[in-house]
């Protein structure tokens, strides 16, 4: 089925910046289809919806902390062989599930969760 919708290409970079954008205004989200409206509750107050990075502040306008050490607890070290395993591995042998943004990891909170079901 082809629509006469308009399309963009987006750099690693500006993925991120998209993200962070939409999870800062939800109702642009839902505007333009990217979030499912639900009963008023804002995006971020939605723990489905949760990002978490390996910084060291957490990012400002967020309603949470979304650092992964404070997140899961194991320090920054230990968090990124854990990265690793997954990235090197395909999750086939343990690690911590995410995705790749540019150079930055994004984990997911259902990435969490699978983690931690799975230690």
């Known amino acids: 089925m082809s629509t006469n919708a ?11 910046a998209v993200a962070s ?8 989200a839902r505007a333009y289809g990217l ?8 995006l971020a107050d939605r723990p489905e ?4 990075h390996l ?13 992964l050490t404070m997140r899961l607890g194991p320090s920054r070290t ?13 999750g086939r042998r343990g690690g911590l599930p995410h995705k790749r943004v540019g ?5 997911s909170e259902t990435d969490c969760r699978a983690y931690i079901s799975n230690t």
């Open 78 to 90: 230990k968090l990124m062989e854990e990265l690793s395993l997954w990235t090197q591995f395909g």
């Open 6 to 16: 308009p399309t963009i290409t987006l750099l690693p970079a500006q993925v991120a």
């Open 21 to 28: 954008f939409l999870l800062e205004n939800p109702a642009v």
């Open 49 to 52: 919806t949760r990002t978490y």
């Open 55 to 67: 910084g060291t502040a957490p990012t400002p306008g967020r309603g949470y902390d979304d650092r």
């Open 35 to 42: 979030a499912p409206a639900e009963a008023g509750a804002p």
């Open 103 to 107: 150079t930055s990891y994004w984990v």
